[in-house]
């Protein structure tokens, strides 16, 4: 048996257009299968496509390399944005006969966003290519050129079909892990979001998901949220090998004792700390925006947000800070970098601590990238924050040569209202409200520049700050 236990954990992704092969590159390179494994899902024999998150694994020196397979369809988008959180690095598979695709594109942004730095890039299906496979190289590195990534990045051309090229590209997947800088926190709380879940006869409820955090052992009892069930661990094994103990990095399947498998669903966690997690429904947040992601993110946009292995609904306010206060704002796709606040749709799970969050806007067509980027948690907040907004009023001035300064009227409707506004600010070259005149809620106002004359009809714009409250939906 494979000392799987004494081997260094990696955890590589597999992205891709659909139809790029990735499965099928899976299953060359995989020596050992999870439960979970090469499309386990039912559907994906019906529809000969992989529609869930599948896991394998590999022995390669002394790594033990598991493989995320997530779906390539643009409607399953969410799902392979689930396994961002666990993956160290990312192999990206291109069908040569099409080159990059859509959701080639797409899983790139994901990847970007959420700062995964490190990626092979495999050209499959040259056993179909009646091309020059070298100058198609040099296509795909000019492609990567305009990305985060560069065009110096390791390329293989493969045929998952005729198993050709699979020894070169593991001595690259090798030497790209060499040169990862992974640091596992075994210590403190245990972290694990729970990806499948399942009962085996005779021995209960089977929870699998990798370590995130800290070290697991054998009858500690675990928290299931946010569902607020708890069990004691039975049984651990990695890849079907029984052991003691499990540590941050590894790729568990827990028999836990004592649960509800009917409650639990992927997005929930298993942890000896339920103080290291906050359920709510408002967080503010610092937007990392997506160069590439065109379309304007307005003041309550709707949008899916990935947390972990959880993609809900919300919508995002931004805001530019002025004074402290919370000023609503607008993003283009020129923007880069913004505070906001995400109101979700129902209370989602926090984690406090190195929160992965990203943002997407699935409700455009799978023919554009929908990957608006990623945010950083800055706080967590029990109701809505306050906002602030500029309401605009237009007067027009009356009579520019009155001996008492010049009039203008429109900026109140009466005497008491022209009252309320002496000394607000105006908009230049105007200064400020000095007076009020007459009944009818005219005001006198000043303006900056003396020898400057105002003339009758010219327009007088008051900006005020209003604040307002968000409804909790």
Known sequence: MMAIRDKIPIHLGLFGHIDSGKTAIADVLSEIISTAGIDAHPQSKERGITIDLGFTSFLIDKYLITLVDGPGHADLIKISASSVEIIDCALIVIDINKGPQVQTGEHLIMIESLKIDKIIVVLNKIDLFSGNVKDEIEKTREFFRSTSFGSDIPIFAISAKDKKGFEELKEGILKIIKSLKINRNVKGDIIIPIDHHFPIKGMGAILTGTVLKGMLKLNQVLEILPIKTSGRVKNIQIF?????????????????????????????????????????????????????????????????????????????????EMD??????????????????????????????????LLSRLDLPPTTLRILGSAELLKIHNEPPTFYKYKIKQGIIK???????????????????????????????????????????????????????????????????????????
């Open 240 to 320: 079907h090998q029984n052991v003691d103990s499990a540590k941050a990095g590894d790729r568990v399947g827990i028999n836990i004792k004592g649960i509800d498998l009917k409650k639990v669903y992927r997005g929930c966690y298993a942890t000896s700390n339920p103080n290291a997690f906050e359920q709510c429904k408002v967080i503010e947040v610092k937007v990392n925006n997506n160069k590439l992601f065109k379309p304007k993110t307005s003041f309550g946009t709707q949008i899916h947000v990935t947390i972990g292995m959880f993609t809900t609904t919300g919508q995002i306010y931004p805001y530019n």
């Open 324 to 357: 402290g206060k919370r000023i609503q704002a607008e993003v283009s796709s020129k923007d880069r970098g913004f505070n906001a606040v995400i109101l979700f749709k129902e209370k989602v799970l926090i984690r406090k601590e190195n929160l992965i969050i």
């Open 399 to 473: 009579n520019p040569n009155h001996p008492e300064g010049i009039i203008c009227t429109g900026l109140a409707q009466s005497a008491v209202g022209a009252k309320k506004i002496i000394g607000k600010v105006l908009e230049p070259p105007f200064t400020k409200i000095l007076n009020p005149f007459g009944t009818k809620g005219a005001v006198i106002v000043g303006i900056k520049d003396k020898n400057r004359l105002a003339k009758k009809g010219d327009s007088v714009f008051l900006k005020e700050l209003r604040s307002f409250q968000l409804k909790n939906i």
